[in-house]
């Protein structure tokens, strides 16, 4: 065959074809308008306490890369401070960084859980999570969402089976696209009953709930069986991930996880800012007060106006059902001036097509009405 001739990217051809008349056929777009989609809860992304701090450890020679990995020379104070911050803010024994939440989530899961073991995935979790599990050694089930009783039933027909290994229940603290919360009380209950593991993904919960923003799990953070991964990409307005756990999974890891041995180390300089965040969080103390406070002025103009809402945190999913008409509302709150996206299969089940309104310190109460009051004004007569 001849190189370039179109039969050698006919299946990608044929594939992308497919998901545009599926109306799932993703292309990227440039950041414009009024922000309801970022992760940017409290507006750290360009605070200029976060510039500052950058701009001060780059006049302090801090360098934008480091260089190697953490056990060559990519191993910089800068991390090492980090992770001794975070450890006592989020009330853990240690904390190991990593460069990003997805990679955080499949290094933990293709590290600690081991042969002979089960994970117990929440239906919800993150596609990091799911990709984790199948790369992972240990074998794993799907429990319903939020559902313990399915939790438990998962358990104990493993065992009735003849499982024999460790459990690991993981959940989200605050799942991304439905906005719900875990009850991560009563998964704790059921994982020290079965001598079990939890961990527990706090990427959209980070920052914003919990005292000084130490997240929801923070009640039960330096327990044995507990991992916890913080995102500092969305919240903390950086990038990268912090993995709190016990001291003998934090050196484990240092020793046996791949991603974390093989990988150049995050930037010193993100660490810097992550710190500053850190910091932020417990100095201004207004900020998660007033996303708190953003959250439920819309939640109450939502129920005013009949506008349907199926959750009571700032990630507000607005379900339609079908692909296309999603993208179109999306694509109409886009020409007036409002950046909200749809969300499609397979990021969210079959049949539940939304848009993701994300709430922020970016906008205000009056932005909030403007965008409701498209919302209504494009949903009229064919959508309640």
Not at 30 to 49: C, H, K, M
Not at 244 to 259: G, K, V, Y
């Amino acid at each position: 065959m001849i190189p370039g001739h179109p039969y050698h990217t006919a299946n990608y051809l044929a594939s992308l074809q497919a998901l545009k008349e599926d109306g799932r056929l993703r292309g990227l777009k440039a950041r414009a308008g009024t922000d309801f989609a970022s992760n940017d809860y409290l507006a750290l992304a360009s605070a200029p306490r976060m510039q500052m701090a950058i701009l001060a450890a780059i006049d302090a020679g801090t360098p934008i890369g480091a260089g190697g990995s953490r056990l060559l020379r990519g191993n910089c104070e800068e991390h090492e401070a980090l992770e001794a911050e975070a450890a006592r803010f989020f009330g853990a024994k240690t904390a190991l960084f990593f460069s990003g939440g997805y990679i955080a989530n499949f290094a933990v899961l293709t590290t600690l859980p081991q042969r002979g073991d089960l994970l117990v995935l929440d239906a919800l979790v993150h596609a990091s999570i799911h990709e984790g599990a199948r790369a992972g050694r240990a074998d794993f089930r799907i429990s319903a969402h939020n559902d313990l009783q399915s939790v438990e039933s998962t358990i104990n027909d493993w065992r009735a089976a003849g499982g024999v290994g460790r459990v690991w229940i993981v959940v989200e603290s605050l799942y991304s696209m439905d906005g719900d919360f875990a009850p991560l009380q009563e998964l704790t209950t059921i994982a020290d009953r079965h001598e079990a593991f939890l961990m527990v993904d706090e990427a959209h919960a980070t920052g914003v709930y919990g005292a000084q923003g130490r997240g929801l799990a923070a009640p039960y953070e330096g327990r044995d069986n507990l991992v916890v991964v913080h995102t500092c990409g969305k919240a903390l307005g950086a990038a990268g991930a912090l993995v709190t756990a016990s001291t003998a999974m934090r050196d484990f890891m240092i020793n046996r996880c791949r991603p974390f041995i093989f990988a150049t180390a995050p930037s010193p300089l993100i660490a810097v800012g992550i710190r500053e965040a850190l910091l932020i969080l417990q100095q201004e103390p207004e900020r998660q007060q007033r996303l708190q406070t953003l959250v439920a002025f819309t939640h109450r103009e939502m129920q005013r106006r009949g506008l349907r809402c199926f959750s009571t945190s700032q990630i507000v999913p607005y379900i339609i059902g079908d692909n296309a008409h999603t993208m179109q509302l999306a694509a109409a709150l886009q020409a007036r001036g409002l950046d909200i996206r749809g969300i499609r299969p397979p990021t969210v089940p079959p049949g539940t097509a939304r848009l993701r309104i994300s709430l922020t310190l970016n906008v205000n109460e009056t932005d909030v009405c403007s965008m409701l009051d498209a919302l209504s004004d494009e949903t009229r007569g064919w959508l309640r």
